[in-house]
């Protein structure tokens, strides 16, 4: 089991996902959007939705 954020504003919204092996999309069930495209890391349980990087100069 994983958890995959989306973030406070979607809290609620009706998704339909999309997984292709640990290919990820996350689609809003109403309007078609889509909210979200990430690769699962199966070593976390959260899935945070941003990457840290170590570059100095995004």
Do not use: A, C, W
């Not at 998704?15 to 890391?41: A, C, F, S």
């Amino acid at each position: 089991m994983h958890d995959i954020s989306l973030g406070r504003p979607l809290k609620g919204t009706p998704v339909i996902m999309l997984i292709n092996d640990l290919d990820i999309r996350v689609v809003d069930k109403t309007t078609g959007e889509l909210l979200r495209v990430l690769t699962l890391d199966p070593t976390r349980r959260y899935q945070p939705r941003f990457k840290k990087t170590t570059d100095p100069n995004p």
